[in-house]
C-alpha cells in the first residue's frame, strides 16, 4: 500500500543551477494581462507563483501548466488583489519574516488571496509560523506533482466571492437560575486531511448520541466557518451563529450564551451554527475560538466540533485545545495519502498521540483495501470501523441523523458505540429517553 504515495513522479527545490529552459510561458506579473483566465481552477481562481529567484518561479509554474503568473516578490501581487480569487504558491524565499508578515496582513485583508508555502526545508516553527501567518497549507520537497496540484486545487476551491458582511444580529439573554455547575466538559474535534470522508455526519451523529445519553449538556459547534453543514444536517435554521458568540466574546455569560445556541428538539443537542457568508470565517482568529470553547466548555459535559479538511490558525487552535481528536478517513488511495500527510503534520506540531483516534468510515466498503494494512500504513490503531449504508444519505437529505432515522442499523450502533467511548464513566441514561437536557438547573 505505502507504493501508492511514492510512485508519483516527484520534484526537488534544491538545485535549480541547471534549470535553463523550461518551456513554459510564465513571465512577470504585469505581463499578463487576463491574469489566471486559462488555469481552470474553482471559482474562477487566478494563480501566481512567487519567489526571488526567476529559475525557482518558472520551475514551479512549469508545474502547474499554461497562464500561471510569476512574480518576484509578494508585493508585486497586490495591486491584482480584489479582482478575483486568488491561489499564491510561495516559494522557499518567502519564509522569510517579512514575506511571512505580508501573507498575515492578506489573511485578514484579503480573504480571496489563499496562499501554498512550497520550502526545502520545514521545522515545527516554521510550519506554526506559516498556518498562523494564515498559509492554508505547507508542502515539502521533494513535492510530488499531483499533491501539487491537488493542493492549489483545494485551496481555489475553499476561496469564492466575499460578500460584505451584515450587522450581528442581537440576542437577548433569558433569565436563567444556576448553571450547570459540573467539571469542565471534554472536547472533542472531529478532523479530516480530505472533503468527502463523512467527518460531519460522524460529528453530528456523535453529538445526538451523546445528548440522548449524558446527563450534562452536550453541545455541537460547527468549526467550518466557511461552508459547515451541521444546521442542514440537524434541520435546524439557526437565529444566531458563531459569529454573533465571537463578536459578543467579551460581553457572553451564560444566558447570552446559552441565548445563542439552537436546541436540536429530538435529542436535546444545543448547537452553535457556521457563519451565513463565507467571509465571515476570515474575521474570526483561532485565539477568539478557542476563548469561545473554553466558556461553552464550562457549562456543557461535552463539546463537538466539526472541522474543516484543512490546516489554517482556527483549526491548528482548536486541535491543540482538544481533549479528544476523531481523525475520519475513507477507504480510498486519496483518503488515505492525505491522512497520513495529516498525521505526520500533527506530530510536528507535538499533539499527543494518544489525543488522536483514527475513525475509518465506510469500512466495509468494496473497495479491496484492507483495513489492517490501512491501519498498518498509517501507524495507528482505528479506534471505530463504520460501516456503509444507503441509510446514511437517506438520513442526511431528510436531515435526521441516522442514530435517530435509522436506530437499529449497523452504522448507527456504531456510531453510538462511538459515542459511548467518551463518556469514560459519566453519568449515563438509556438511549431510549427522549427529550432534551437543560443548559442550566432549575432553582
Known sequence: MTDHFTDFDS????????????????GALSDVEDFGSDVGLPNGAALAVVDNDQAVRDYLAQQLGQGVATAPSLLDLESRFGMSPIVVILGPSCVDPTDLAVVE??????PEVGAILVTSE????????????????VLTAPIDQMQLVDTVGRVAESLGSMPVPRPMMAGSAPTMNELDDGEPGQVITVFSTKGGSGKSVIATNVAVALARMSDRPVVLIDGHLQFGDAAVMLKIQPQ??????????????????RDLMSVHEPSGLLVMAAPTEPTFADQITGEQMVRLIEMVRSIAGHVIIDLPAYFNDVVLSLIEASDHIVLVAGLDIPNIKNVKIGLTTLKQLSVPLEKIQLVLNRA?????LDVAEVEKTLHIHAVAHIPSDVVVPISVNKGSPVVLSAPRSEVAKALEQLALSFLNGASARPMSAPGGRRLFKRG
Open 122 to 137: 520545514l521545522s515545527t516553527t516554521l510550519l506554526h509560523t506559516a498556518l498562523r501567518a494564515g498559509v492554508k497549507d
Open 105 to 110: 496582513r492578506w489573511s485578514r485583508t484579503n
Open 240 to 257: 444566531h451563529t458563531v459569529v454573533d458568540a465571537i463578536s459578543q466574546i467579551d460581553k457572553l455569560d451564560p444566558g447570552l450564551l
Open 11 to 26: 520534484f526537488g527545490l534544491d538545485d535549480f543551477s541547471s534549470f535553463d529552459d523550461p518551456g513554459h510561458e510564465a
Open 364 to 368: 466495509d466498503s468494496k473497495v479491496k
